[in-house]
């Protein structure tokens, strides 16, 4: 049974958290599909598990970067690069 969203106006296009939480979800869906899949195809135990964990260390570094590229982000702390910040004045100014 689908998850309900919040209560948006008819029309209304997703926002970009809802399309990120998507997609983090069918990738986690595929990171347990993808294991069941190779031992039912005749895969080791251990190829399965090393297919796994790897579907899930690509799947959790894209949550990050799509968290952190997500519009509205807060822009706040040592990682944030603003634009030109020259600790001078401006010539003409």
Do not use: K, Q, Y
């Not at 689908?2 to 869906?29: C, M, Q, S, Y």
């Not at 790897?54 to 807060?74: D, F, I, N, Q, Y």
């Amino acid at each position: 049974m689908p998850r309900p969203r919040r209560a948006e106006p008819p029309g209304t296009p997703p926002g970009p958290r809802d399309e990120i939480t998507d997609l983090v979800r069918w990738a986690a869906f595929s990171c347990l599909l993808v294991p069941v899949v190779l031992l039912w195809c005749g895969a080791s135990v251990a190829g399965a598990a090393g297919a796994a964990l790897g579907l899930a260390a690509v799947t959790a570094v894209c949550r990050l970067l799509l968290r952190r590229c997500e519009p509205g982000a807060a822009r706040t702390g040592p990682h944030h690069r603003g634009g030109r910040h020259t600790g001078g004045t401006t010539p003409g100014g």
